[in-house]
């Protein structure tokens, strides 16, 4: 821009305007993406904000301000000691990162203040949460743990799975396209068809492909996707309750479905990732005496670890997404166990009508995804080596 | 010691395909079971044979009759086929501005689409619905005071949407809603993007000495180029599409007017211990998608690891 003034007028008149043409002409080819994904992909968050204030049963009812968020929360101070908690976590975590700059004695103190701060979030946590599950809607927030373990029990598994899979097909293996192509087909056929066929192997007939392989090795055949109760209540035939119970069975055989969907996709990705490794390093570090499990952890994972994080952000999300499958895999059997968060907003709304009510567990649920992905950013975001 | 760590290496690479092959089974056993079910006969299914005696190739015309799949595998190809020339040109378009063009905004436009990435659907889809039914702005051609008039009277929300669309009063059972939505996402924009800039920017100075603009630039020189992204758009929005269940299953009152996964549905909840009829409904439902696979599975993956999917 600087020598601009070195032009003649008729030819800077050009380039502006040539730069004006350009920015309309970028403008015109993006319109029509901007506007579908604008009009059912953005539009619709903010106007879930409008359509939660409402008593809104399939026609907008009275204004009702923030009852809605009441009727979820229940008292709001439970609220508030919950928000303090996640400020006394966020400052935990910040004492704690600095510790680690300054001098040992300074370094002692803010380490223990951390420590204290994370205390103190565990108490607000737990306080606020029972005041949530007591005096709010409890199902809400049963459907959230439920999420919760659904994502614990898929994610980790699928990306090692899909990690070992991938490196081992990495290792000059004979017919690996057949391989590949093999482990990718869960991801790409319908889930609701093949969520069917799960629904058959894991049904609780004694024939069923599930309970055959049970019998073969000699176990009682179990009822899978119709067990309401706690996976681990019924193996140690203890009797757990809330949180630490656990998963049920029921929704333990979903996430089977979910680890054998992903895997495969996972498995994939990592591979071409491991493909942009450069032989160099490899051969390098095989000179100085590394040998094959020395090589994976120390320059493999490393290397990887964009992909790893790229992958964990976005099975991550996938949990919180999933819906096909959770919807053809529950049975009323299964009870509340295994509703997570985006099929109980869908009964909300779609069995229940409450249009209102659905929006609002609509716009809690987006807050959580959003701050558990800026999270996500924040404490993994750095550790990522981009080489 | 040379012929130990021979022998050592051997059972080590056995080991590994040995993982391999487990894998595989493990991947390939649910497909296995499906089509060898849908050739059983509804006795075997009950005294579970693991392969059919005599296979039953008239489950799938049963099947077929039974569950109307004529019609909704015809609605699912019409459907398909529309929403992917939608978001081909669509995500080619946008994701070469992205790329190449110079525009104010640009970069916070593009981060504000990444973003809409991580919002479920779960969460759009209650006002996009109200959208589409005409409640919250009129539709071209669509008045949706009768179908207010049919709930304020006091009527069944399905009762009046099917009265609605007697009346063509609303987008339910249309076209247009089963494909626009799908005729844009942030993935397809965000991988051709990745993949135009990559290209050397000589390419285009060279295009421009020739006179030639964005547009002739993109239709004529990077387009021939680009075919293994492409056909990746292609492949996950084919899925996307033929796959997509929740969306359908509330924009259509109609039977004549459901996708197949909406009806594969549908047969689930009717056919009930007719396993083997239920399997080879499933089995239908899946040919389209092995088909396209299998043909562009090598320029789908080639298209995964040259476009920086990988991080």
Known sequence: MNDATTFTQPKLHRQINERVKESLLGYLLILPSVLVIGVFGLFPIFYSIYMSTFNWRVTKGAFTGWENYTKLFGEPRGLLIFAAGIVLLVLAFFFWKSAFTTNKKIQRILKIVAAMLLIAFGVAFSTGWNSFTGTGDANFFKSLTITLYYSMLTVPTQLLIGLVLAYILFQNIKGKEVFRMFYFLPYVTPAVSTAVVFRIIFSPRETSLANILLSNLGLQPLDWLYEPNSFINMLFGSNLEGFIAGPSLALITIAIYGVWTFAGYDAVIYLAGLGSISKEIYEAAEIDGSNGWHLFWHITFPLISPVSFYLLLISFIGTFKAFNHLYVMRVPSAQNSVITASLNIFDTFYKANNFGYAATQAIVLFIIIAGLTFAQNKLLGKKVFYG | ?311
């Open chain 2, 1 to 311: 010691m040379a012929k130990h760590s021979r022998l050592v290496r051997i059972i080590g690479r056995a080991i590994l395909y040995l993982i391999l092959i487990v894998g595989a089974i493990i991947a390939m056993t649910p497909f296995f079971w499906m089509i060898s079910t849908s050739f059983m006969s509804l006795g075997e299914t009950i005294n579970r044979a693991w392969i059919p005696q005599t296979p039953q190739w008239g489950n799938y015309a049963e099947a077929w009759k039974q569950a109307n799949f004529g019609v909704y595998f015809k609605n699912s190809v019409i459907i398909t086929t529309v929403s992917l020339l939608g978001l081909m040109i669509n995500s080619i378009l946008a994701g070469y501005a992205f790329a190449s063009i110079k525009f104010p905004g640009k970069n916070i436009i593009f981060a504000i689409l990444l973003a809409t990435m991580m919002v479920p659907e779960s969460v759009t889809v209650l006002p996009s619905l109200l959208l589409v039914r005409g409640s919250i702005i009129p539709l071209p051609g669509v008045d949706s005071r009768a179908f207010d008039a049919c709930v304020g009277a006091g009527g069944q929300v399905l009762a009046c949407q099917f009265q609605n669309f007697t009346f063509g009063a609303s987008w339910l059972n249309t076209l247009q809603a089963l494909t626009i939505p799908f005729m844009a996402n942030a993935f397809s924009i965000f991988l051709l993007r990745q993949f135009f800039q990559q290209m050397p920017s000589e390419l285009y100075d060279a295009a421009r000495i020739d006179g030639a603009g964005h547009l002739r630039y993109l239709f004529q020189i990077v387009l021939p180029i680009s075919k293994a992204p492409i056909m990746t758009v292609l492949l996950f929005g084919f899925i996307g599409s033929w796959n997509s269940f929740m969306w359908p299953l509330l924009v259509t009152t109609r039977d004549v007017k459901r996708p197949i996964m909406v009806g594969l549905w549908n047969f689930v909840t009717e056919a009930g211990p007719q396993t083997h009829l239920l399997m080879a409904g499933a089995v239908i439902t899946l040919i389209p998608i092995l088909i396209v696979y299998f043909i562009t599975q090598k320029q789908f993956t080639e298209g995964i690891a040259t476009t920086g999917l990988k991080g």
